[in-house]
């Protein structure tokens, strides 16, 4: 979907983002991340030409994104902001309404994408359609952005700390929003983020930058057991590193299908993560756990000593 080809991009002497390659695969989730600075966010305007760089380029789709109308590419690319951006005086059907409108579309086709999409987002379309803004919570306005970014029906859905404003139960819900609506939609989102764990929550793939740099790309679980240099390492955790290996891990990896019990306890699937399993062990006072495979038809069980072996 996105490749980035040695962008740059300089602010007087200071280089913002620097020699920067990456490609992001159709219908993945990409994660950026690194220290405030390091080029995160820039690296987002320049994609959908917010900002034109000073070299390089940008791919979507295999087209050179400088040769297309800045307004016509913007139009095929959702963005969300951490501020949102509603119009406080607009309805927020005529807010999610805004790029369909400007396409051209029927009232009909945009009255129906309107209330699919509130769906899609988790707001009953007959209470939230015609309310103003100001008369939704934070997380419910973070919901509505999403769902005016996805009004046009883009391939490409870009997000710039999206719920770095949110309480942590709000939060929480919105990424798990996320993850059901890109599973739903096979989108393509790149999202900024500082937090590590919001990015090994959503992201298939995760770049660290760092002054503008690429330090490392890779799946959360490669970054957590294979960090490139110390920046990365405690970028990722540092000591707290193989804590978050366990989210990322799963209970079948670990798993000895040569030994089942048969404990009539319920068991934990296979596709679970070790960190659900390490937790339900504690819950219970127990050290194993009976685990079944369902896609291979098998049981097996996991003890505690398998959970914490590396």
């Not at 919901?143 to 029906?153: E, H, I, K, S, T």
Request: with cysteine.
């Amino acid at each position: 979907m996105i490749v980035l080809d040695r962008l740059t991009k300089r602010y007087g002497p200071t280089v913002a983002v620097d020699q920067l390659s990456l490609t992001v695969p159709t219908g993945s989730i990409c994660a950026l991340v690194g220290a405030s600075g390091c080029g995160k966010s820039t690296t987002l305007r320049l994609i959908n030409r917010l900002i034109e760089p000073d070299g390089g380029r940008v791919l979507i789709e295999g087209t050179d994104a400088a040769s297309l109308p800045p307004v016509a590419l913007r139009r095929r690319i959702g963005y969300v902001i951490q501020s949102i951006g509603l119009f406080p005086h607009w309805s927020i059907a005529r807010n999610i309404s805004t790029v369909p409108e400007l396409l051209g579309w029927t009232p009909a086709r945009i009255a129906a994408r309107v209330d699919e999409l509130l769906d899609l987002v988790g707001l009953d379309p007959a209470l939230y359609r015609h309310r103003r803004p100001h008369q939704l919570s934070g997380g419910q306005q973070q919901r509505v952005g999403v769902a005016r970014a996805l009004a046009a029906d883009p391939d490409l859905l870009l997000m710039d700390e999206p719920f770095g404003a949110l309480d942590p139960v709000t939060r929480d819900g919105l990424q798990g929003a996320l993850i059901d609506i890109q599973a739903r939609t096979g989108k393509t989102v790149v999202i900024v983020t500082h937090d590590i764990d919001e990015a090994i929550r959503l992201a298939s793939r995760i770049a660290v930058l760092d002054g503008g740099r690429l330090i490392q790309q890779g799946t959360p679980r490669e970054l957590l057991a294979h960090p490139a240099n110390s920046f990365v390492e405690a970028f990722v955790g540092g000591p707290r590193r193989g804590l978050r290996l366990l989210q990322v891990t799963p209970v079948g990896e670990r798993t000895d299908y040569t030994v089942d019990h048969g404990d009539a306890r319920e068991p934990i699937a296979a596709d679970a993560m070790l960190d659900a399993a390490l937790a339900q062990m504690v819950a219970g006072g127990i050290d194993r756990l009976p685990v079944l495979d369902r896609a291979a038809g098998r049981r097996g069980t996991l003890s505690l000593a398998d959970v914490v072996t590396s």
